[in-house]
């Protein structure tokens, strides 16, 4: 299962304790033959970077003082880690063939700053706050950040009279699979959408098939549309809780459209769910 690493709290720079303008960044070079270890003086919460010709690769289920870095040719970036305590570090990290250096031990002194909650004195954001706890706001904002990104899995789509049901990525972070998901409208018609949902078949072998379909219930639904008009295109997001299939079971999405009969069956390989990105 590829490593996917994201950092969520970070997005808006109001997420840091102070202004960081005039902070100098050390630089750290990678390659693409070498793994570069980053050991830390706290437990590595989230790290990202600013490329992808650069990975940043660390364990997201049981936290670890170090990470490692590599690079592919091209342009400098920057990487951004947050320990368990809320420290911040920031260097500007850059391809080099031929490295000098492949261990670096960071001390506590090199933190640009600490992570902070944000505080407002209003009556009206405090109720905000309290309508929508960190958990949904750490799924708002990484759905967000999976739409804006261009990265797809594979070609998982099915079509049915200019109606097009497609999954373009489906992404591992912590505990949950995040399925981002394409619906075109392309008829004349408007699309009024009466449900979408996944359900995992068991296919059995033998003379006598038989399919059992097991609904999963989603946790999180980022920008659900509940009409797509002629000529659009849809795009959003199924949060659900981390599961695999075996090699006799798939996944499979349903999309009815209410008071129509443009119905779709999408349906996707365990090799797809087992691995992504």
Not at 78 to 106: A, C, H, M, P, W
Not at 227 to 254: C, G, H, M, Q, W
């Amino acid at each position: 299962m590829k490593k996917y690493i994201i950092i969520s709290t970070l997005v808006l720079s109001f997420a840091f304790a102070k202004a960081q303008t005039t902070t100098i960044l050390d630089t750290i070079y990678a390659n693409d033959t070498k793994n570069v270890a980053l050991f830390f003086p706290e437990p590595i919460r989230q790290g990202i970077t600013g490329s992808d010709n650069f990975v940043f690769t660390y364990n997201r289920e049981k936290e670890q003082y170090f990470g490692l870095l590599q690079a592919k040719p091209g342009k400098e970036s920057n990487l951004l880690v947050v320990n368990r305590n809320g420290s911040i570090f920031s260097y500007i990290v850059r391809y080099k063939k031929q490295l000098s250096k492949l261990n670096y031990f960071i001390s506590l002194s090199n933190s640009i700053g600490n992570e902070k909650p944000i505080k407002v004195d209003s009556i009206l954001a405090e109720s905000s706050e309290e309508r929508v706890d960190n958990r949904t706001y750490y799924y708002q904002k990484f759905c967000s950040y999976l739409l804006n990104r261009n990265q797809r899995i594979g070609r998982i789509k099915k079509r049915n009279e200019g109606i097009v049901l497609s999954v373009e990525n489906i992404v591992f972070d912590k505990e949950e699979l995040y399925f981002v998901i394409q619906i075109e409208n392309n008829s004349t018609l408007d699309y009024d959408l009466n449900f979408l949902k996944l359900s995992v078949e068991t296919r059995q072998k033998g003379k006598k098939k038989s399919l059992q379909r097991l609904y999963q219930e989603p946790i999180f639904k980022h920008n659900m549309p509940s009409k797509i008009t002629e000529n659009e295109t849809v795009r959003f997001v199924y949060v659900l809780p981390k599961f695999s299939l075996s090699i006799d079971r798939r996944a499979i999405f349903e999309l009815h459209e209410k008071d129509g009969e443009r119905n779709i069956e999408l349906k996707i390989s365990h090799s797809y769910i087992n691995n992504p990105n």
